[in-house]
């Protein structure tokens, strides 16, 4: 929750007008708390997280809630959108498959997602780059928004013209206006 990137885009949303909760999973609040460096927890911890984080906000605010994240953090979200029932689910950086794997992917259930989807993704993120991302069949739910030579942080290449910051204001500027529709 307090990467720098998660800090900056949570600073570049609320300057658009767009209220921003962070939490961070118990194995990472574990490594701030001086356990070293921890692998994740199972998904079911994961999961259980997001719901417990969910309970408690959903009272706090008044209209939609959208929920989502970086990396696996968006994924843990986009496996509970439709069942807690979130007005619109926002991933940055989406780990559609394991680094190098991406013919093994892990989207059966963005095929069926209904909630309202926003994926921002760098075109050449090695968790889901442009290519091998339009092959699989994801819901009408969902719109992707391609970030030209951009990783998985949505960092550019310096020969596309574009800098990181540039980046990160594009795809807060995406997400403020998906949530405002």
């Known amino acids: 929750m307090d990467s720098e990137f998660m800090i900056e885009m949570a600073q570049r949303l609320a300057a658009l007008g767009v209220g921003v909760v962070r939490f961070e999973f118990p194995y990472m609040a574990e490594r701030r708390n001086g356990g070293g460096k921890r692998p994740p927890n199972p998904q079911k911890v994961l999961l259980e997280c997001w719901r417990e984080m969910y309970r408690q906000v959903r009272p706090l605010v008044t209209g939609r809630l959208a929920i ?31 680094v190098g794997k991406p013919e093994k992917p892990r989207v059966e259930h963005l095929a069926e997602l209904k909630t309202r989807t926003l994926i921002v993704q760098g075109e050449r993120d090695a968790l889901g780059n442009r290519e091998a991302v339009e092959r699989y069949a994801l819901s009408p739910a969902i719109e992707v928004s391609w970030l030209v030579a951009g990783d998985h942080d949505l960092k550019p290449l310096k020969a596309s013209g574009f800098s990181h910051e540039q980046h990160l204001q594009a795809a807060a500027e995406k997400v403020a206006g998906f949530l405002k529709e």
């Open 68 to 98: 989502g994240g970086k990396s696996m953090g968006g994924r843990m979200a986009s496996l509970l959108a439709d069942e807690l029932g979130a007005d619109a689910l926002v991933c940055l950086g989406y780990p559609f498959y394991a």
